[in-house]
């Protein structure tokens, strides 16, 4: 049986390495090795999977420093049929890769806007002058520097690997703790999937809206876990893009949408919110360190 | 007396037609002129309010289809000094700029992220194989368009009028309610400021982190207001930038912190929250039409 996987690519960004990272864990625990698709964008990686072309998706939801990845969080909400499955949680490295041979030189850093941002201290310290390029990815920026010894890309040390750049400077993270959640996604149980859905997941996706001119509506449905204990992991607004001043709540809770109690608390606030969509129950999956 | 404004330039961009509503209104109702300066990114037009060398920044805080500006809440939440004074909302519209004759011969467009995310569904129906290319401002790209018939940009129609481009495809936002609100920031209170600080200002912004490993924290914050029925209009939550699921609450609330009633919730916020800080009163600025 063959799963398809699509991810942010080319090689050497970080989704890679997460598919990578999943890949490594469907084979030791289901003994299945999915067949890995790049694409150009994150929208269109999770796309592939909601138009049903690509069985899942591991897409970044969240890094520790830049927040939420939006166009997954708003892709999830107007999709009538993804479904999260697992989360992992990779560290990242940022390295500075380049040609030239001293930070003096350069003219234009490129990345992706997660990378750049990640970096953003640093980048005012050590190189305030450069013009900063946001790409798709954190490796599309690579394909520039051979032929431009003034310029450099943010990408990962695997990446500097892989397309043989030298790392100008290391590490340039701005926060020690950098990592970044992703999610496994696919469209609702096919055959395939069955098998490996985490009935047992440990934590829970949902997000709702709220009824208009309702004030004290979020505290209502906050308090719904409140009061059951239920420790609510993460809680994110996005605009309803209908009016300004109106939001979707995304959250993530402990616990699974078959244990009695969440259930329970599911049908509270069902009535108290104008939609609400449970993406799924998922675990989270230890990273294997082996790369 | 002399104002200095910063905001993200060049001329054209949404943030300088912000900072002249801005300014029209300062001019009438305040007998002031201040001086426009164009900042190349909106991460330098707050910054150099912060370090002292602007008097007041007029940024982009929220748009009703693509959320907040994250670089804005970061930077209030870790300068010591920044105040929000004054809310404006404007609507945004957004053309399709370039010398090329039809959509067809179209081989890239720039935006800024914003500009691009604001449209994803009309360029995914017109111009599904195009690059798009992300730039810091909506007016970035269009230095490119003279040379390259096959380039557009996605940008304002008074950018259009002022850098004479013709606008191959008028209004392809994907809302019908697009508008972005802009906050007037400044640093503290100085000479200038102190005749036009909105003392009576009609909401309040604040933000807040909560102690590490305490459930439930959130829910008993947000009941500090609902139990006084303060009306929240705003909840965001941004990462503590310290370790992952650790969170900062951007809040704004209809009130002003001189009421008796705010500033009791905001002792027993403070008695709840591991770091608070309020970033002041502020109105909600008429636009005038005339421009």
Same sequence: chains 1, 2.
């Avoid at 990686?45 to 890094?63: L, T």
């Avoid at 750049?165 to 069955?194: E, H, M, Q, Y």
Wanted: hydrophobic share 40%; with cysteine; aromatic share 8%.
């Amino acid at each position: 049986m063959k799963l398809t996987l699509a991810y942010l690519g080319p090689i050497g960004t970080n989704s890679e390495t997460a598919a990578l990272a999943y890949s490594t864990w469907l084979s030791n625990n289901q003994q299945l090795t999915p067949t890995l698709c790049a694409y150009p964008s994150i929208a269109q990686a999770i796309q592939s999977v909601a138009n049903g072309n690509i069985d899942q998706a591991v897409v970044p939801i969240e890094n520790s420093i830049e927040g939420s990845v939006t166009v997954v969080l708003d892709t999830l909400w107007q999709s009538t049929n993804l479904q999260v499955y697992q989360e992992l949680t990779l560290p990242i490295a940022h390295g500075l890769l380049s040609f030239g041979e001293s930070l003096e030189q350069l003219k234009t850093v490129y990345s992706h806007p997660q990378g750049l941002a990640q970096c953003q201290k640093w980048l005012e310290n050590f190189l305030p002058q450069v013009q900063l390029v946001p790409t798709k990815s954190t490796t599309e920026g690579i394909k520039y520097l051979e032929d431009d010894h003034t310029a450099a890309a943010i990408s990962s040390p695997r990446a500097a690997e892989i397309y043989k750049v030298p790392i100008l400077a290391a590490d340039i993270k701005d926060s020690p703790d950098n990592c970044t959640r992703f999610w496994i996604v696919s469209s609702g149980i096919n055959d395939k999937l069955r098998e490996i859905e985490p009935i047992q997941g440990s934590h829970l996706a949902l997000a709702f809206s709220l009824p208009r001119n309702a004030p004290g509506a979020l505290v209502k449905a906050l308090e719904i876990f409140a009061c059951r204990n239920i420790n609510l992991s993460k809680i994110e607004s996005r605009p309803s893009k209908r009016s300004l001043g109106e939001y979707i709540f995304f959250i993530d809770l402990e616990g699974n949408s078959h244990d009695l109690q969440i259930r329970d608390a599911l049908a509270d606030l069902s009535a108290c919110t104008e939609v609400l969509k449970v993406f799924g129950n998922y675990n989270l999956l230890p990273i294997s360190e082996s790369r």
